[in-house]
C-alpha cells in the first residue's frame, strides 16, 4: 500500500468527494494543494470565489482588497456576517476561511492593488481572480498578468448581467489565450455610458458568476476539461439566458500585440478617464454647507444622482438626475450660490463641468464627498450605500 | 428579422427591451435600424465617427464581427446580434 505524503488523513477524508471523480481524482487534487491564486477584490466575487478555493484545498490564497465591510456588503457578500461590519474585508476574509479549511495558507494585503504594488504581489502566484468593481483596476490586473505571463480568471456583473472569461492562458501548443485588452481595447469614458449612474447587483448574481469563477480557476489548476479560454460566457438573469462567444487575439493589443507600445504599468486612472477633471472646482465641505443653512444664507441644492438613488435617501434638496443635467440649465440659479452633490462627488463634479462649459454658469460648488460624507460628517440618522 | 440582444447598460434607452427584432441584411444596417428606432442609443453604442465604440463587442451568433466582415458581416433572419459592452460591477461613485 503507498501511502500518500502531500495530505494528512484529515485531508484525505475532506478532500474525498473530490479524489473519487473519475476523470479528477488525486492528481488534481495534489496541482490544488500545490496552486497558488490570489484574488482581487472580497467583494460579491470574490465571495463565493474564496469559499469555493478554500474549500477545494487551492494551497495558497491571496487576497487583495483595502476595503472594510460594511452593512450594505451582506445582502450579496456572503463571506462575511454582521460581526463582520468594520473589520478589514481582507482580515474578515481570512478568518472565515481558515474557520472553513485550516489546511491552506492565506496571505492578505489590506491595500489597493496599484501600479506600483501589482507585479510584486501578482508575481508571487500562479493564478490570479480578478473580481474588482471598476475600469481602472480591471485593465491594471489584465496588463499586470500579460507582463507576468499569468492566467487571469474573470468575472464581472452589473445589475442582473453577468460574463465569465479566462485570459491570457496558456495552451497545450505553448500559446496564449486573448485577453480584456483584446476584447476591450479602450474603456468606456466614464460620461459615456451610464454605468455610474444606474448601479446595484442582485445579491445572488455575484454567487453564480463568482462560482463559475471559481471553477474556471480550478480548471485552469487542474487542466481539466475545456476552459473558457478563447471565450467569453454572459449570463442574463432576468431572461435566464447564457451566450457563449469565441473570442480572438487583436494584432494591435499594446501590451502583447504585434508592436507592443506599453512595456510597463501605466496610470490606469488616467488611462480610464477617471482624472480627467483638470481645472479645480470650487468646492465645500459638510461643515461649510451646515453653517451656510445655520446663517441663513441663500443657496440652491440641486443632487445629481438617480431617481432610485434620490428615494433612498436624500436631503431634502432638488433631484436633477445626470443624464438631465445638460437640459436643465434654465431651472438652476444664477444669482446665488448652488451647491450641486451626488454620491460620492464624482458625478457633480460632471454636472458642474457640463453646465459651466453648456451655460457659462460660475456659482456652482461641489459637495465634497456627496451625500455619505455629509451623513458620517454631520453623524446623521440617515442610512448610506 | 434578426434578433438584437440589448445588454442591461442600454436597455434604459430601448423601453426595457432585452430583444428587439430588427430587419437589416447586415450589421451596419442593423445597427443603422435600431438607431433610427431608439435615437438615444446612438451615442452610447457609436462614436462620432459613426463607428461601434471600443468598449462594445458585437457578435452574430457565436462569432465576434471582427473575425468576421466587421460592420459588413452579413445577417439572416435567424441571426442572433449579441451587444456585448465591457461592465466593472455595480459600485457607484
Redesign the interface.
Known amino acids: 500500500m503507498t501511502q500518500n505524503t502531500l495530505f494528512s488523513k484529515e485531508e484525505l477524508a475532506r478532500y474525498n468527494r473530490h479524489i473519487i471523480i473519475p476523470g479528477f481524482g488525486m492528481e488534481a487534487q495534489e496541482k490544488l494543494k500545490k496552486s497558488s491564486v490570489l484574488v482581487v477584490g472580497a467583494?460579491?466575487l470574490g465571495s463565493p470565489v474564496l469559499l469555493y478555493l478554500a474549500a477545494a484545498g487551492v494551497g495558497h490564497i491571496g487576497i487583495v482588497d483595502c476595503d472594510v465591510v460594511d452593512d450594505s456588503n451582506l445582502h450579496r457578500q456572503v463571506l462575511f456576517g454582521i460581526e463582520e461590519v468594520g473589520i478589514p474585508k481582507t482580515e474578515a476574509a481570512k478568518k472565515r476561511l481558515l474557520s472553513l479549511n485550516p489546511h491552506i495558507n492565506i496571505t492578505v494585503y489590506n491595500t489597493q492593488l496599484t501600479s506600483q504594488n501589482a507585479l510584486e504581489i501578482i508575481g508571487g502566484y500562479d493564478v490570479v481572480a480578478d473580481g474588482?468593481?471598476?475600469?481602472p483596476t480591471?485593465y491594471l490586473v489584465n496588463d499586470a498578468c500579460l507582463l507576468l505571463n499569468k492566467p487571469n480568471v474573470y468575472a464581472?456583473?452589473?445589475?442582473?448581467?453577468g460574463?465569465v472569461s479566462v485570459f491570457n492562458q496558456l495552451n497545450d501548443q505553448g500559446v496564449r489565450g486573448p485577453n480584456y485588452r483584446d476584447?476591450?481595447?479602450?474603456?468606456?469614458d466614464p460620461g459615456?455610458?451610464?454605468?455610474?449612474s444606474?448601479?446595484?447587483?442582485l445579491g445572488v448574481l455575484p454567487g453564480i458568476i463568482g462560482s463559475l469563477q471559481a471553477l474556471e480557476v480550478i480548471k485552469v489548476i487542474t487542466n481539466v476539461g475545456d476552459t473558457l479560454s478563447g471565450r467569453?460566457f454572459?449570463f442574463?438573469a432576468?431572461?435566464f439566458e447564457s451566450?457563449?462567444?469565441?473570442?480572438?487575439k487583436?494584432p494591435a493589443n499594446p501590451v502583447n500585440g504585434e508592436n507592443p507600445t506599453i512595456k510597463e504599468l501605466i496610470d490606469y486612472e488616467q488611462f480610464c478617464g477617471v482624472k480627467a477633471i483638470e481645472k479645480p472646482l470650487k468646492e465645500v465641505s459638510p461643515t461649510d454647507l451646515q453653517d451656510w443653512q445655520e446663517q441663513g444664507l441663500d443657496f440652491q441644492i440641486i443632487d445629481v444622482r438617480e431617481a432610485d438613488?434620490y428615494d433612498y435617501v436624500n436631503i431634502g434638496t432638488e433631484l436633477i438626475p445626470l443624464s438631465t443635467i445638460s437640459a436643465s440649465g434654465g431651472t438652476i440659479d444664477r444669482n446665488t450660490r448652488v451647491v450641486v452633490m451626488c454620491?460620492?462627488g464624482?458625478?457633480s463634479a460632471k454636472a458642474i463641468r457640463i453646465l459651466e462649459d453648456k451655460y457659462g454658469f460660475n456659482n456652482l460648488y461641489n459637495l465634497e464627498g456627496g451625500i455619505i460624507n455629509y451623513i458620517n460628517e454631520l453623524e446623521l440618522d440617515l442610512p448610506t450605500? | 428579422m434578426a434578433t438584437v440582444i440589448i445588454p442591461t447598460p442600454l436597455r434604459k434607452f430601448t423601453g426595457n427591451s432585452a430583444k428587439i427584432n430588427i430587419s437589416g441584411n447586415d450589421v451596419s444596417e442593423i445597427i443603422a435600424n435600431l438607431v433610427h428606432q431608439y435615437p438615444d442609443v446612438q451615442k452610447h453604442l457609436l462614436d462620432p465617427s459613426g463607428s461601434i465604440r471600443s468598449f462594445i463587442n458585437v457578435f452574430v451568433d457565436e462569432d465576434d464581427i471582427r473575425n468576421l466582415q466587421y460592420n459588413h458581416t452579413h445577417v439572416e433572419t435567424r441571426s442572433v446580434i449579441s451587444i456585448v459592452p465591457a461592465i466593472a460591477g455595480g459600485n457607484l461613485i
Open positions: 467583494g460579491g474588482t468593481d471598476n475600469f480591471r464581472s456583473i452589473f445589475q442582473f448581467e460574463q476584447l476591450f481595447p479602450t474603456p468606456p459615456a455610458v451610464p454605468n455610474c444606474e448601479a446595484g447587483v467569453f454572459t442574463d432576468l431572461s451566450r457563449t462567444f469565441n473570442i480572438s487583436n438613488e454620491k460620492s464624482v458625478r450605500y
